[in-house]
T-cell receptor, first 114, second 111 residues
C-alpha cells in the first residue's frame, strides 16, 4: 500500500541551485497536485495536473515548473532556488470524474534553501 | 470562489475533554467536505468525509455533520486523547477537481 511516494524526504540547497522533487502514485489516479505548506498559511497549491499531459498553475506557481511524466509521476522543479522557497512540499493525487473522492497525500519533502 | 474558513488555533485541551473545531465554507453547488489530520512530520491523512447535506462523517470517535443551511462542517469528539494531538484541516472539493483547504487548527491534548 504505497499510495503517494515522494522523494527526497529532506534536502538542503544553496541559493541558485536547482533540483527536482519527485512524486509517484500507484492508485491509478488521473489528477495530481503539488502544494507547499508554510507555518500559519495552510496548504497553497503550486501546480496541478488534471490528467496525463495537462498541467495548470495554482495559487503560487512562480519559481516552479512541473512535468507530468506519465499517469503515475508528477515532478516539481526549482530552476534557481531562493530562500523564500524554503518550505514543506506535498504531492497529492485524486480520482477525477466523481465529486466525492478525497485527495491522498505523500509524506512531504522538507526543503531548506540557504 | 470556493473557500474554507477554519477556527484559529492553537487549541489546548485536557485529556477526556470535548473537542469542537469550527469550519465554514463558501461554495457554488454542493461540494464534498473533508477533514484531514496531520501528525508531526507526516502528510495529511483523510479523517472523515461527507458528500451531501445532513450526511455525518465519522471515524476514530470524530464526527462532523454537513450543514447546508449554515454552510458548516464542524469537527467534534466527545473525549480527546493525547494521541489526538495533531493539526486538523477542513477541506472541500470544488469544481474541476480543485480542493480548498482551511489554514489548519493545531490541537494539543495534555494528560
Amino acid at each position: 500500500n504505497a499510495g503517494v511516494t515522494q522523494t527526497p524526504k529532506f534536502q538542503v540547497l544553496k541559493t541558485g541551485q536547482s533540483m527536482t522533487l519527485q512524486c509517484a502514485q500507484d492508485m491509478n489516479h488521473n489528477s495530481m497536485y503539488w502544494y507547499r505548506q508554510d507555518p500559519g498559511m495552510g496548504l497553497r497549491l503550486i501546480y496541478y495536473s488534471a490528467s496525463e499531459g495537462t498541467t495548470d498553475k495554482g495559487e503560487v506557481p512562480n519559481g516552479y515548473n512541473v512535468s507530468r511524466l506519465n499517469k503515475r509521476e508528477f515532478s516539481l522543479r526549482l530552476e534557481s532556488a531562493a530562500p523564500s522557497q524554503t518550505s514543506v512540499y506535498f504531492c497529492a493525487s485524486s480520482e477525477s470524474g466523481g465529486g466525492n473522492q478525497p485527495q491522498h497525500f505523500g509524506d512531504g519533502t522538507r526543503l531548506s534553501i540557504l | 470562489g470556493d473557500s474554507v474558513t477554519q477556527m484559529e488555533g492553537p487549541v489546548t485541551l485536557s485529556e477526556e475533554a470535548f473537542l469542537t473545531i469550527n469550519c465554514t465554507y463558501t461554495a457554488t453547488g454542493y461540494p464534498s467536505l473533508f477533514w484531514y489530520v496531520q501528525y508531526p512530520g507526516e502528510g495529511l491523512q483523510l479523517l472523515l468525509k461527507a458528500t451531501k447535506a445532513d450526511d455525518k462523517g465519522s471515524n476514530k470517535g470524530f464526527e462532523a455533520t454537513y450543514r447546508k443551511e449554515t454552510t458548516s462542517f464542524h469537527l467534534e469528539k466527545g473525549s480527546v486523547q493525547v494521541s489526538d494531538s495533531a493539526v486538523y484541516f477542513c477541506a472541500l472539493r470544488g469544481p474541476g477537481n480543485q480542493f480548498y483547504f482551511g489554514t489548519g487548527t493545531s490541537l494539543t491534548v495534555i494528560p
